[in-house]
């Protein structure tokens, strides 16, 4: 389903069951239902940072731990993303974000080129945040790159609280795609001189 700049997706397996719906122009609400509290806790960065609308409802084997669920929201943020910012014309593309939390500084680059690639240079110092195992913060963000189809960087440059460098990661994310994803009056057409994005 697409209305606007908006998009709303379902995944169901045997491992989740997700529904999310995102507007891109939005005002930074938030509505998550997420059985996952510490990704739940970026989302609604994420949200409010992009000045986007995101709800979430999300549920699954969490028993087990919190890859599939963490994993397959990002899966569905990407398809999302991708559907709801449609033929790209008039969008900016690009954006860019380098940002400071405390003693951590993080740069997240976005191309919404039609072109997945994700680069990923950070270290997490700890492999835990709570109970969040802090190895699936890649799976998350290499999985909306690719259903996004966008190319996605995200570099550390310095930090040591592991929770600070994810927040940061998650806050810069946002605040280049909400970059990228602005409509610029002199954009004639997708912003390509190959006349598509794909």
């Known amino acids: 389903m697409r209305e606007g ?7 169901k397996t045997r491992e989740t069951d997700i529904s999310l719906d995102l507007t891109i122009d939005g005002t930074g609400k938030a509505d998550l239902d997420v059985q996952v509290p510490f990704l739940s806790h970026m ?3 994420f949200t409010k940072h992009g000045l986007f609308d995101l709800s979430v409802k999300g549920y699954g084997d969490v028993e087990v731990d919190d890859h599939h669920l963490t994993e397959d929201i990002g899966i569905c943020l990407g398809q999302a993303l991708r559907q709801a910012i449609g ?24 191309d919404l080129s039609d072109r997945p690639h994700f680069e990923w240079k950070a270290v997490l110092p700890k492999d835990r945040v709570g109970t969040f195992d802090t190895e699936n913060v890649h799976e998350f ?10 190319n996605l960087h995200i570099v550390l440059h310095h930090g040591h609280n592991t929770h600070h460098i994810i ?4 806050k810069a994310l946002a605040r280049a795609l909400d970059e990228a994803t602005q409509l610029d009056p002199r954009v004639q057409g997708v912003p390509s001189t190959k006349g598509s994005l794909s």
């Open 167 to 170: 927040e940061a990661m998650f």
């Open 141 to 150: 963000f290499w999985k909306l790159a690719v259903e996004a189809r966008m």
């Open 43 to 45: 989302l609604e960065l």
């Open 5 to 11: 700049r908006r998009a709303a997706v379902e995944r």
């Open 87 to 110: 033929d790209k014309a008039g969008m900016k593309r690009y954006g860019s974000m380098t940002l400071p939390m405390d003693e951590t500084l993080v740069t997240v680059a976005v």
